[in-house]
């Protein structure tokens, strides 16, 4: 290759990458924009979990015991899981080196589980509720995936990275 060759396709790589910035800043703009959020658009109700990145919310902070609905919405772009166990709370509950939860130490106290819950997707499963402090929490360890967008390549703990919150459950 010639050298006035190797320059034009250098100026074509810078371009490309300019080109990409554009786009990326126009979807920050986009998304700025966007007045309603995914997770506004979704009925509240008892026992439904909101997952994000990177956290969980309870649509109810207690639940009655006995059989209930329990309800994953995933309102972010990458999938995530909802694990259910009797502890006081997140800090309570036994970590790997790696920061995310050593569900092997759980499994006397774990009550359910609705793995992997696919990006703008919902599962849910009747669980048997006894009285007390729950943790529900996204155990899932891993990368972005294809779809991460900027965030590309990243690592996340996401009960490290916040997935987690608390419910209790009334007599
Ligand atoms: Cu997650």
């Not at 006081?88 to 309570?92: E, V």
């Not at 992997?116 to 703008?120: E, I, L, P, Q, Y």
């Given at each position: 290759m010639n050298r006035s060759r190797r320059r034009a396709r250098g100026l074509a790589d810078r371009r490309r990458i300019q080109r990409l910035f554009v786009v990326a800043g126009a979807l920050v703009f986009i998304t700025a924009a966007c007045?309603?959020?995914?997770s506004e658009t979704v009925a509240s109700r008892p026992g439904q979990f909101r997952l994000d990145e990177w956290s969980i919310g309870a649509d109810r902070p207690t639940l009655s015991a006995g059989r209930q609905t329990i309800t994953a919405v995933n309102l972010g772009r990458q999938t995530h899981e909802l694990v259910i166990v009797k502890a006081?709370?997140?800090?309570?509950l036994p970590t790997k080196a790696d920061g995310s939860v050593d569900e092997a130490q759980l499994e006397r106290v774990k009550v359910g589980e609705l793995a992997?819950?696919?990006?703008?997707a919902s599962k849910h499963k009747v669980l048997d509720l006894a009285p007390g402090a729950y943790v529900a929490f996204c155990n899932i360890v891993g990368g972005m995936g294809?779809?991460?967008?900027?965030?590309?390549?990243m690592n996340h703990v996401h009960f490290a990275d916040g997935m987690h919150t608390t419910f209790t459950v009334t007599a």
């Open positions: 007045g309603t959020s995914p006081a709370n997140a800090g309570s992997d819950v696919a990006s703008g294809a779809d991460g967008g900027m965030m590309g390549g």
